[in-house]
């Protein structure tokens, strides 16, 4: 299953996947053509989006709520779980390959994936602020 994931914005009321330049200013777009699934990208500046957040996935596994690293997943069906909480690290009995993280590898079909969505706050302040200095640096170059 594809879930999403990532940076995304609304530009003329759709829904695009987004990849963002910050040094220019701007995103490109990326849709799906239906009829070739060819990956097709518009280029546009930051701050013509409409709204702007991101996608991110969470697992429960065994009841409890876990970032999933790793994903979609392993060829094999796997996903890596991980957590910096001890007592659920403890609990499941997950190693532990850094200073404050557990990582768990377990079957995609032991866990329940959510995927949620979040914004990002502040970014329409910075677009306009952007958006003033990209036109008086035009006006500057007259």
């Known amino acids: 299953m594809r879930y999403k994931f990532g940076e995304y914005g609304i530009y003329k009321g759709k829904e695009y996947e987004l990849a963002i330049s910050w040094n220019e200013k701007k995103c490109y777009l990326a ?13 546009i500046y930051f701050w013509d989006l409409d709204d702007y957040y ?6 429960i596994y065994k ?29 499941l009995g997950m190693q532990r390959p850094g200073i404050r993280e557990y990582e768990l ?9 959510i995927v949620r969505k979040a914004k990002r706050p502040g970014w329409r302040e ?6 003033k200095e990209y036109e008086r640096k035009r006006e500057n170059d007259k």
Request: glycine share 4%.
């Open 31 to 43: 849709e799906y053509d239906k009829d070739t699934n060819e990956r097709i990208q518009r280029e």
């Open 54 to 59: 991101y996608y991110y996935r969470i697992a």
């Open 63 to 91: 009841g409890v709520e876990m970032d999933v690293a790793g994903f979609p997943r392993t060829p094999e069906g796997y996903v890596i779980l991980y957590t910096h909480d001890q007592e659920d690290a403890k609990k």
């Open 105 to 113: 590898t377990v079957k995609e079909s032991e866990v329940e994936i």
């Open 126 to 131: 910075s677009a306009k602020k952007w958006k």
